[in-house]
């Protein structure tokens, strides 16, 4: 794989809650984008997700803070508390800030939680897809995620379907013919950080569509049983 070819899918609108999100990608890239691809890999927004899924819940919107409850609420654990922020474990494993509930462009007056289950959300998705417009494709579920020791923030997945969360080169040599004893490499993440960069985050894109990946990648598999580590190897919790 030199090359990779990633676009943001114009044409998605509004979602809302029970909206057929799989027919809605699968028309706006046949109208907009020339159609999707056997082996395209097409990252949705985790907020779209939500909506569509109607994972909504009302706040006071005249209260900053009134959605802190549903932190607390979805958080399994607290790993940190400094002020207004909160660090903790979902009940999907993640670690992240204020349990992944976010405020913005959602209705005033409502918070978006994450959705229940991430892999799942991108397999019906995937299958809606293969319904709709006849293409094997992967689907990850990307989300926004700060980083342990670095400022600033990057999309990572939460969810996939039809790709490998990892790609393992362990046992394979590198250019010196030395043997590789620990690369694994989180390529669902690279991916969504990478179409990122063409939804930005103020862009009112939700949907990109990333094409050229490597056809190995592509096999089964899910973010919760590859991505995310067991507290027992965790050398931080």
């Not at 400094?82 to 800030?97: N, P, Q």
């Not at 926004?144 to 969810?159: C, M, P, Q, S």
């Not at 490998?164 to 390529?187: C, K, M, N, S």
């Amino acid at each position: 794989m030199s090359e990779l070819t990633i676009f943001g899918v114009s044409g998605i609108g509004e979602i809302q809650p029970r909206d057929d999100l799989a027919g809605i990608i699968a028309t706006a890239v046949a109208d907009n984008h020339g159609g999707l691809q056997d082996g395209d890999v097409v990252v949705v927004t985790q907020k779209i997700v939500s909506k569509a899924e109607n994972k909504l819940v009302e706040v006071d919107p005249t209260d900053p803070l009134s959605h802190k409850a549903l932190v607390e609420q979805e958080s399994v654990r607290v790993l940190r508390r400094r002020g207004d922020l909160i660090i903790s474990e979902t009940k999907h494993g993640f670690v992240c800030a204020n349990a992944g509930i976010d405020l913005s462009n959602v209705e005033v007056g409502y918070a978006a939680l994450l959705p229940d289950d991430s892999d799942r959300s991108a397999r019906r998705i995937r299958d809606g897809i293969r319904a709709r417009a006849g293409v094997e494709v992967a689907v990850i579920v990307s989300d926004t995620f700060g980083r342990a020791w670095r400022k600033g923030v990057t999309d990572i997945a939460i969810g996939s379907a039809g790709i490998g969360p990892i790609v393992d080169y362990r046992g394979t040599t590198d250019t010196q013919g030395r043997t590789l004893e620990v690369t694994e490499v989180a390529v669902v993440d690279e991916l969504a950080g990478a179409a990122d960069l063409v939804l930005g985050k103020a862009s009112g894109l939700p949907v990109a569509v990333i094409r050229g990946v490597d056809p190995t990648w592509l096999r089964s598999g899910s973010v919760r049983d590859e991505i995310v580590r067991e507290p027992a190897e965790d050398l931080f919790r």
